[in-house]
């Protein structure tokens, strides 16, 4: 269930909130929109992974779902080379934390953690928490 849960939880919290920024190399048609050999494209991966085309109810965290194939490591050639050890390190993390601290929660309520939207990269200032 975790793996499962961890790439959930990459789709759903996709981690790169910048734009991708590509150049077409042919001439292809991407919903229904034509593009040519030469164009530029800028691509969102976090709307990409909330697109209903790729997963059904896209705005919930379901973490028993498989979400493999998501976008939060970027696609293809430009994929992040470090995704297998991120991976790991979730793998290996959640379930060692949640061993070892089961009651662990949030110390404030939800809406006062400061989430990170002013960054490419999306995460929290600050994450309150005890045990």
């Given amino acids: 269930m975790i793996a499962n849960a961890v790439e959930e939880l990459l789709r759903y919290l996709t981690i790169v909130q910048s734009l991708a920024v590509r150049v077409a190399?042919?001439?292809?048609?991407?919903?229904?929109?034509?593009?040519?050999?030469?164009e530029g494209l800028i691509m969102?991966?976090?709307a990409?992974?909330?697109d209903a085309a790729f997963i059904s109810d896209p705005d919930i965290l379901d973490l028993d779902r498989?979400?493999?194939g998501h976008l939060a490591f970027g696609y293809g050639v430009h994929q992040c080379l470090?995704?297998?050890?991120?991976?790991?390190?979730?793998?290996i993390a959640l379930p060692t934390l949640l061993r070892r601290l089961p009651e662990l929660r949030l110390a404030v309520p939800i809406e006062q953690v400061?989430?990170?939207?002013?960054m490419g990269?999306?995460?929290?200032?600050?994450?309150?928490?005890?045990?």
């Fill in 44 to 46: 969102s991966l976090p």
């Fill in 121 to 131: 990269t999306y995460g929290v200032h600050e994450l309150p928490v005890s045990w």
């Fill in 82 to 91: 470090g995704q297998a050890l991120a991976r790991a390190e979730l793998e």
């Fill in 25 to 38: 190399v042919e001439d292809v048609t991407i919903g229904g929109q034509f593009v040519r050999a030469g």
């Fill in 48 to 50: 990409g992974n909330r």
């Fill in 114 to 118: 400061r989430f990170r939207h002013d």
């Fill in 66 to 68: 498989n979400a493999r």
